[in-house]
Structures are given as C-alpha cells and as structure tokens.
C-alpha cells in the first residue's frame, strides 16, 4: 500500500468507522491480561496511526484505565455493538491505535512487535517472522 493509499476500519454495526491515508507508523500485538479481558482474546493486535491520518465518523463511547507504565489509555468503542475500535494512549501522543480486525483485512501486514510475552498462553504459537522484535513486558 503506498502512503497515498486509503483503508477503512468500521466496529461490528458500521455505525463507528474510520477512513485513514498511509500506512501504520507500528504494528503490534500485545498478551497482557488486561488486553485479554477487554477484547475476550488471547492477544490483541493493533496498528498505531498518526491522528492526522484517520477520520472518525460516528460515534464513540470512552472507556480510560492506568497501564501497568502509570500512562493512561483511553479506549473508543462503538455504543450500539460495543466493538472497540482505536484507541490513545499517553505513552505514544498524536497516534490513535486501531484493533487491526476492523479493518477485515486479510492482506494487513503482520505484526513487527509483539509485547507482553511473558502472559502469552503456551498454545499461542510465536509471531512466525524472526524478525519480530519480543518482548517479555512493556511499560
């Protein structure tokens, strides 16, 4: 995709989505327990975009809690289906991060980090790129 190029992320009903220009500045997954309750699965993936890059149309509920790092996270989830959709964080200002299943998007590109380690279930296999810089935490 080049950075002219223009994908779409939308929660479950479609009623909250995004229009983002570019590609992701970071494309991760985490395995921290916390990430793990709020998204029901075993890790959560996300690509972090410059606020600049996405539109947001529809509307958002919010949701804040403290990172085990003290940094603030401020979750935007859909208020008709509940799906979360992006969200910001303290420890990476002017970037929303955004759940990379909301994109529906087969072709997204992988993960290049994968953080909180240290909690991922033992029959999740590693990320498969050598590459991917792991980390046991983050914080």
């Known amino acids: 995709m080049t950075a002219s190029a223009t994908r779409h992320a939308a929660c479950s009903c479609g009623q909250l989505s995004l229009t983002i220009t570019g590609e992701p500045a970071r ?5 921290c327990q916390e990430c793990q309750r709020r998204t029901g699965a075993v890790t959560s993936n996300q690509a972090r975009f410059a606020i600049a890059q996405v539109s947001v149309s529809g509307r958002a509920s919010e949701w804040t809690r403290k990172a085990e790092s003290g940094n603030a996270l ?3 989830f859909c208020p008709v289906c509940g799906s979360t959709v992006f969200w910001t964080g303290e420890g990476f200002p002017g970037f929303y991060a955004v759940a990379i299943g909301t994109f529906a998007d087969a072709t997204f590109p992988a993960p290049t980090i994968s953080v909180w380690e240290e ?7 590693p990320p ?7 980390v046991p935490k983050q914080g």
């Open 27 to 31: 494309v991760s997954m985490c395995h």
């Open 74 to 76: 401020t979750f935007r």
């Open 119 to 125: 909690c991922r279930h033992p029959w999740v296999p």
């Open 128 to 134: 498969l790129d050598p590459a991917t810089k792991r």
